[in-house]
């Protein structure tokens, strides 16, 4: 996690919450809200966010989009609150790709991409109901994490959106484990996305893993925490082997990092 994300998490978190992930304020980051019951309704640009209840009191767990800038609004039972956020201070990161298709796609790869696109955004906003979530979270894979979540990405000096995930640098062929139980809902080779598997964790949770040289699940499978994924590999968009590995709540990618235990 880069400094700016530390210092808003320390300024706005004023418990250590059990069984709750991480709170920073700030965009692409996690709120932590009371709420009435375990029933209630929480929204963020009308998509549902997860409520926990523990130690018999009930939380929604907000994902703040990457876009958000200096407030984001959040509907609780049809009445909206705004929460103030804090600046992440996200870098700029310069990538020099050696296949010029992965910066400016044919039209051909351009419609590969937006029907996969669909897929994946189906996959990524889901909102099922399962047993409690629990955090802190392992890291899926052993190996140096970066700390390019959020950062302004140019791909041969052309802008993209920002990095939506944690890249983690394994050797190619190095086991990928479910960090907490889910279900299987995508398994597909993509664009730019080489071969990828989501999970949906339930109650708005779903996390995504890239770049994968072979995956050892299918759509539909019930996993358990621990339970190997596929393997790390370089494939679609990538300049050497590692694993993308994102984390949505809410249908908005959140910092992995906050999820995690710590290391």
């Not at 998509?47 to 994902?63: C, S």
């Not at 790709?97 to 790869?109: A, G, K, N």
């Not at 959106?161 to 993509?190: E, Y």
Request: hydrophobic share 45%; aromatic share 6%.
């Amino acid at each position: 996690m880069n400094n700016a994300v530390t210092a808003a998490m320390l300024l706005t978190s004023t418990i250590a919450w059990a069984d709750l992930p991480q709170e920073a304020r700030v965009p692409g980051g996690l709120a932590v809200v009371a709420v009435a019951n375990p029933a209630s309704v929480v929204t963020v640009d009308g998509r549902r966010q997860p409520v926990l209840t523990v130690n018999g009191e009930h939380h929604a767990v907000i994902g703040i989009p990457l876009s958000a800038t200096n407030e984001v609004g959040v509907a609780i039972d049809g009445n909206t609150v705004t929460l103030a956020l804090a600046d992440a201070g996200y870098r700029e990161q310069h990538i020099t790709i050696e296949r010029q298709d992965y910066v400016t796609p044919s039209e051909d790869q351009l419609a590969r991409y937006r029907r996969e696109r669909a897929a994946l955004d189906a996959a990524i906003n889901r909102f099922s109901v399962r047993k409690p979530l629990r955090w802190p979270w392992p890291a899926p894979v052993v190996g140096r994490q970066s700390d390019s979540f959020g950062a302004r990405r140019f791909f041969n000096g052309e802008p993209r959106r920002p990095h939506s995930g944690m890249d983690i640098t394994a050797a190619s062929g190095t086991p990928i484990v479910a960090p907490t139980a889910g279900d299987v809902v995508l398994v597909d080779d993509l664009f730019f996305n080489g071969n990828t598997v989501v999970v949906d964790h339930g109650n708005g949770v779903v996390s995504l893993y890239c770049h994968l040289s072979a995956t050892d699940v299918a759509v539909g499978d019930a996993i358990d925490r621990g339970q190997t994924l596929g393997r790390v590999g370089a494939t679609g968009r990538v300049t050497g082997a590692h694993l993308h590995w994102s984390v949505y709540v809410g249908g908005t990618a959140v910092d992995p990092a906050l999820v995690l235990a710590s290391q």
